[in-house]
């Protein structure tokens, strides 16, 4: 079965630190990779989807990148936080075939 | 442009009766729905479909109402229950791969 890996589950960081949080699923290949952004009291802001490795399409300008190095590892980063990224971040996977996405458990990310 | 809406950020209702959630969007490129329940501190985990072809889907105690021409969903759960209390994200696609979310409605199911 699939399952999605997604690390460190709370992070607290300084502005102007940088960032990394990484992503990565088992069980299939080649899959559409995801992160969607949910600030506080908002929906699921989607910022980055992947269908290939070293394919990325940002959805929003933003402080953020992502990299896609291995088939199923998915990199969310940045150079130098805002306080404005605090948030809650999910990964997120698909086989292509239909829409549903599968979630990773999250990142809670305070930026102080 | 917040092209799908939940317009009520919270509900409450008694364990037993029905909780009814509602969606609206403005895309009508969009053709197929999606609700996804999600807990604190966790991924929201997937709940129920419809694809655009049909105007009701259902999955036990759950089924989803689509509208086309009012552009509006909903998420009937009969009979409600504290587990259910959570929040509820309805969303949609029109391109392959991309869902665009709704802001939520948090759902407190009281005993």
């Known amino acids: 079965s699939q399952t999605i890996h997604q690390w460190p589950a709370t992070l607290v960081q300084p502005v102007g630190s940088p960032l990394s949080l990484e992503c990565t699923v088992e069980g299939t290949s080649n899959p559409n990779l995801y992160w969607y952004r949910q600030a506080a009291g908002r929906g699921l802001q989607l910022l980055f989807y992947?269908?290939?490795?070293?394919?990325i399409s940002s959805e929003v300008p933003q402080n953020l990148s992502a990299s896609r190095p291995q088939d199923r590892q998915f990199i969310l980063s940045s150079k130098k936080l805002l306080l404005s990224d605090s948030g809650f971040y999910l990964c997120?996977?698909?086989?292509?075939?239909?829409?549903?996405?599968?979630f990773g458990s999250g990142t809670q990310l305070s930026v102080l | 442009d917040q092209q799908v809406k939940q317009n009520s950020p919270s509900l409450s209702v008694q364990e037993g009766r029905i909780s009814i959630l509602n969606c609206d969007y403005t895309?009508?490129?969009?053709?197929?729905f999606l609700w996804y329940k999600k807990y604190p501190a966790e991924g929201p985990t997937f709940l129920i479909s419809i694809s655009s072809i049909k105007d009701k889907n259902e999955d036990g105690r759950f089924t989803v109402f689509l509208n086309k021409s009012a552009k509006h969903l909903s998420l009937h759960i009969v009979p409600s229950q504290p587990g259910d209390s959570a929040v509820y994200f309805c969303a949609a696609s029109g391109v392959r791969g991309k869902l665009i979310f709704g802001q939520g409605t948090e759902l407190s199911v009281k005993p």
């Open positions: 997120a996977w698909s086989d292509g075939t239909d829409e549903k996405l599968f």
């Open positions: 895309n009508s490129m969009f053709d197929y």
């Open positions: 992947s269908v290939g490795i070293g394919q």
